[in-house]
Structure formats: C-alpha cells, structure tokens
C-alpha cells in the first residue's frame, strides 16, 4: 500500500507535514538513495533516509494511538530549546517507542491546566484545526484591589496582536483573603494572552491561568501538577470524530457522559459578589 511521503512521516511523529516538505525541499530525506520530490508516495518495501538516518522500520511499524491529559505547569515551555535551561513538558512525559509526543491544544507558556498530547501526527493535526471552534473554559487566580469599594468593570472583549477575543463568562467565585478566583469561559479558543488582557484592562493583577476544559474534555481534578493520564471512554470518542487517528487505536471501553468535571478549590465558595463585565 502506498502513502504519501510527508502525511507518513508525521504521522509517525517525525514532523508536522509542513516540516516535511520543507525538509524535502532542503534534500534532506532520501528514498531508495534518491531525493525525494514534494506528493512522493512510498511503499513499505522503499528504504526511507532522514538526515542520514534510516527511519525505515520506524514508519512502517504498526503503532498504537495514544491520547494523554497532561497537567501542564506554569513556566514550562512546550518543547526543550537549545541553550535554554527552562524545563520542557516533554521532560515529564511518558516515553515512546517510536515517534513523539504531539500538542492537540495550546497552553501558554505562563499559564498551566489541560494540556492534551498524542502520538499521532494525523489525529493532531484534525483537532488543531477544528479546535479553534470548540468553548474553553478557565479559573482565574486574581490580587483583590486594596482600595476599591467594588469590583471594576471587566470586559467581555479583548483585541491581542490584532485578533479579538469574545467572552461569555466573566464571574467572580467570592474567597476570603487577598486573592480572588473568577471563572472565565469563551465560546471558541481565544487568543494566546486573551485572558491576561482582559484582567489587564480593567487594571487587576493576575496571579495564575488555569485552562479547566477544552471543548468537552476537563482537566481531571485528582490529576497533579506534571503529571500525565491516558485519556479513555467519551474524552477519548470525541478527539476520533475529528478524524485523523491514523494509527491503530484501542475502542474505548467504558462509556460516561462527558468528561470529569473539576469543582473550584474547596476553600473558595460562591457568594454573592456581583457579576464582572461590560453588561
């Protein structure tokens, strides 16, 4: 059976198919000792060089789906840079026999919460794209003001590097003590430091970014800071109707509605503090 050179490659996590053609372009990727040429298809029986290195039995071995929920940190860059000391998220994944670990969603760097990764470059790619139409929803951690007698005014909009951001929720979850949590939910993905600049706005400091939900999927609430769990059941369905998923995947076995919910930290409570926003 035939395939095509770079929808093969990435789906084995060698690259996203842009990387690949820019490598082929490059020269760097041989086929049967030749260079190979942009829309190549391959043959399992065709020797496949990378950089000088035979990925060959790599790409042609049969390789299990994988889809993990990853509790990502606050200041943990996505993937390891050269000369950079920072600790990667890939540090704290689990291992693979083949391939690598692949974002399906986005958290930024100063932010942490769900964090969702597989193994498959075909299923990453489907729910990066159809991602961006799916509601987030997220936990602010904000510094009360010292002086103010009520909460200022904060807005349900937000332009960052000429993209605006919409927001169906702004709600504050009454606490005791300096600090104040609010939930925040969006009916699409928003831009990367949205939510900063909308607290950033109305002039209120923020202390952390915590994304809760991505379309249907919750950060499970037992689940560590750094720590990872392989997604199953309905979380697991949701990610293969986006297509993709190339691999060989495991049917889920047990079917519950929708992902777990996670509840605010037991200290904070629901009060009576008016509703934030621009109404």
């Known amino acids: 059976m035939e395939e095509r050179l770079h929808k093969l490659l990435a789906q084995h996590g060698l690259g996203s198919r842009r990387q690949v053609e820019d490598w082929i372009r490059a020269g760097r990727i041989l086929i049967n000792g030749q260079p190979a040429s942009i829309g190549q298809r391959v043959r399992s029986s065709d020797r496949i060089v990378v ?59 100063a932010e942490d919460g769900l964090l969702l990764l597989t193994n498959d470059g075909a299923l990453a790619a489907a729910a990066g794209r159809r991602g961006r139409e799916l509601p987030v929803e ?62 950033d706005a109305a002039g209120l400091k923020v202390s952390r970014i915590l994304l809760l939900r991505w379309g249907s999927i919750s950060l499970p609430r037992d689940l560590p800071r750094g720590r990872s769990r392989e997604l199953t059941g309905e979380d697991l369905k949701f990610l293969l109707g986006f297509g993709g998923g190339s691999t060989t995947a ?25 509703r934030s926003g621009g109404r």
Do not use: C, M
């Open 250 to 274: 495991e049917r889920p076995r047990a079917a519950r509605r929708g992902g777990p919910k996670r509840s605010p930290p037991a200290k904070l409570r629901r009060s009576a503090a008016p």
């Open 51 to 109: 950089d000088g290195k035979d990925v060959s039995r790599r790409v042609s071995a049969p390789q299990k789906l994988r889809v993990i929920a990853y509790h990502k940190p606050s200041g943990e860059l996505l993937r390891g840079r050269a000369g950079d000391e920072r600790s990667p998220v890939d540090a704290r994944l689990p291992s693979l026999h083949a391939g690598r670990w692949l974002p399906i969603n986005t958290v930024g760097f």
């Open 138 to 199: 997220y936990r602010v951690r904000v510094l009360r003001p010292r002086d103010a007698v009520a909460w200022p005014a904060i807005p349900r909009s937000i332009e960052t590097d000429g993209q605006r951001s919409e927001f169906t929720t702004v709600e504050a979850i009454e606490a005791p003590g300096s600090n104040v949590w609010f939930r925040v939910e969006a009916a699409r993905a928003v831009a990367r430091g949205a939510v900063r600049a909308l607290f």
